[in-house]
Structures are given as C-alpha cells and as structure tokens.
C-alpha cells in the first residue's frame, strides 16, 4: 500500500479495525462451535450415566442420536462439506 494510499484510506482505519476484531471473534466463535472435544466428553458422559442407572434406554438412545448427529456435522465442516 503506498503512502498516498494510506493517507486518502487513513479516515477509514477504525472501520478496518472493528472489521479485524468482529472477524477474529467469529472465527473463535466458529472453533469453539467446531470442537467435537465437547460432544466427545458428552457423550462419555452420557453413557456413564446410563451404566449407573441415572437415565433410561430411551432417554440414552434419544440424546446419543442428537450428539452423534452433532458430531458428524463437525466432521463434515471439518471435510470442508456442508450436510
């Protein structure tokens, strides 16, 4: 960028910097939604709860199917594929 460039764009610096700021928080927004670490631990969790006899069949079946369904959409994202 030249200094000609700089001087005639310089009024729009805080435009820029917000822009950087709202872009470097949507994207930790995005790895944080991204990260199957959570779902994993979930669905361990989940399943200690059934072998301790806190949940049901039903209930197990239900939210597993949620979570795995969770975690093939972070797979797919991670692919670069949308589902």
């Known amino acids: ?15 820029r910097g917000v822009t950087w700021v709202v872009e ?3 994207e930790a927004a995005e790895n ?3 990260d ?4 994993e631990r979930e669905l ?14 039903d209930t197990f079946d239900r ?3 949620e979570l795995l369904d969770r975690l093939d959409e972070i797979r797919a994202h991670a692919r670069g594929t949308d589902t």
């Not at 960028?1 to 435009?15: K, Y």
């Not at 361990?44 to 069949?57: H, P, T």
């Open 36 to 39: 199957p670490a959570p779902v």
């Open 44 to 57: 361990a969790e989940l399943e200690r709860a059934l072998l301790a006899g806190e949940i049901d069949e």
């Open 32 to 34: 944080e939604y991204y």
């Open 63 to 65: 939210r597993e199917d």
């Open 24 to 26: 470097r928080v949507l």
């Open 1 to 15: 960028m030249g200094l000609l460039t700089q001087i005639v764009t310089f009024p729009l610096a805080p435009v």
